[in-house]
């Protein structure tokens, strides 16, 4: 069954610091992978896509992607968070645009 | 700028009385979904229309309905609604069928059950 797992339900960083939030996917072939940021009573919005170019993604905001075929995984990240960052953010993929569970993430000031 | 609208943006409906979601798109995709999305949980995928086909999932109740009359609108029936109903309803579209290309999302509807 194809299926994307977050890793982390919250993740709290400090502003300025690095933020990781973790994907893995499970996937019979090669994957089209999302990351979309969702602020409080919005809808979702598309961070970066991954659809087997650059295993490297940069998307909106600073924020990027790496494809790692052998980890399975597509982990976001971002050099120096942001206030403006604190969201929920979810990965989605393969097929049938599923959805992760989410990850709240939060900046400390 | 080419979007997905919603509306109305906040719904308050009684239990059990007929409400209808709204959903507008100005991208010409040919593929718009319609999602429940509950409180700190992910988006739930309810249903989807490839141009005129309806998708149905297996686990969407059959309280939830849809019509695509264009390609620009798409409408969420819910034929007599119960508390658990309550949730924000995403309309979401995508260009063709495949799934190598990414959602554009409303700003959705939160539907209050009363």
């Known amino acids: 069954a194809q299926s994307v797992t977050q890793l982390d339900s919250h993740v709290s960083v400090s502003e300025g610091t690095p933020v990781l939030l973790r994907c893995n996917y499970s996937s019979s072939y090669s994957p089209s992978l999302f990351w979309y940021v969702q602020h409080p009573n919005k809808g979702l919005q598309l961070l970066l896509k991954y659809t087997s170019a650059a295993t490297l993604v940069k998307g909106i905001n600073g924020f990027e992607a790496e494809f790692k075929k052998s980890e399975t995984s597509f982990h976001l990240t971002k050099p120096s968070a942001h206030m403006s960052d604190a969201a929920e953010y979810f990965c989605s993929g393969t097929y049938k645009y599923i959805f992760g569970t989410g990850t709240r993430l939060k900046v400390l000031a | 700028d080419a979007m997905v609208i919603q509306n109305p943006r906040y719904q308050v409906t009684q239990f059990g009385k007929p409400v209808t979601l709204s959903c507008s798109q100005t991208l010409n995709h040919n593929v718009m979904y319609w999602y429940q999305q509950k409180s700190s949980q992910a988006p739930k995928l309810l249903f989807h229309y490839y141009d005129k086909d309806f998708n149905n999932e297996a686990d969407t109740p059959d309280n939830f309905q849809s019509r695509r009359p264009n390609t620009s609108f798409c409408f969420l029936d819910i034929r007599s609604p119960g508390l658990g109903d309550a949730a924000m309803y995403l309309c979401?579209?995508?260009?063709?069928?495949?799934?190598?290309?990414?959602?554009?999302f409303g700003d959705g509807t939160r539907l209050s059950i009363l």
């Open positions: 979401a579209t995508s260009r063709v069928g495949s799934y190598n290309q990414p959602q554009h």
